[in-house]
DNA sequence: AGGATAGATGATAATCATTATTGTTAAATA
DNA sequence: TATTTAACAATAATGATTATCATCTATCCT
């Protein structure tokens, strides 16, 4: 999906919903809808200050909040403690975590609905959305050993 | 499994690896092992100081770090920054969680593995364990609405 | 069994990501 | 362009986790 539709996506979101739309907050929203590499929230700060310089962290953390609560950001928490964001695809989607370097991949993968679905069944849960994570070597650090 | 069958195999990756077994090292064992409701480090902490009572904290954070390691204990945390464990079944495995009470359920899935295959396949990672959670509401929290 | 020693412990200080606070600024609306 | 009030910047507070270090003890060796 094109960034700039993925910006708009996200100001009806805020607009819908009667939040302001300031510089601060539109230069979170286009680092996020660019992003392609899973920021932590002091990436996007550092992102965020080059479109706008006088944005502060704390305006960083209140507006990505603000835009997981709108289900406009996916919030990834992993073992090591650290949060990143994907802006660009908010959905639930599994994830490829390379376990040194840290490099994740999003590839599309067939029908977790179902094992949703059975889970469903087994639990009597209504399920509304769900994680999930492999861990693992990337190519490149298979090689580097 | 019976606890006591799990409290001993961990026994024995201590000392394995030449780790010491200590009075409390063997209450957060017996704690751990005989958990079935995902405790969080201070919930472990309040029962171990049943078992040994001079127990301190500290010790409880190293020695489920240690069993992480040895991955006798799985490390979950949560998207509220919370962490829990699971020492009965350390091994990768889903979970349904409440949403709304927490409540947690691991009820046996089918072929995650098929999953793992996918994910390996179109990523080139070489894959060793994953994570997999539903969130929604618990039959007793959609009753309540 | 007794002593040596390296690992484990308890108590508490330090860390650090996140959240709360507060006085100021500016987006939205008429 | 004046009013209202959400959003802002700056910074203090929070709280879970980790580090520190003096003391203690599980294990090994004789």
Known sequence: MD????VEEMLYKLKERDFRITPQRLAI???LAASKGHPSVDDIYQEVKALFPTTSLATVYKTVSLLKELNEVLELGFPDGSNHYDGYNPAPH???ICIKCKKIMD???MNIDELSEEMSKKTGYKIFHHRLDFFGLCPACQQKN
Not at 3 to 6: A, I, L, N, S, T
């Open 107 to 109: 590839p599309e993968l």
């Open 3 to 6: 960034p700039q539709k993925r």
């Open 29 to 31: 929203l286009k680092t």
């Open 94 to 96: 599994p994830h490829a």
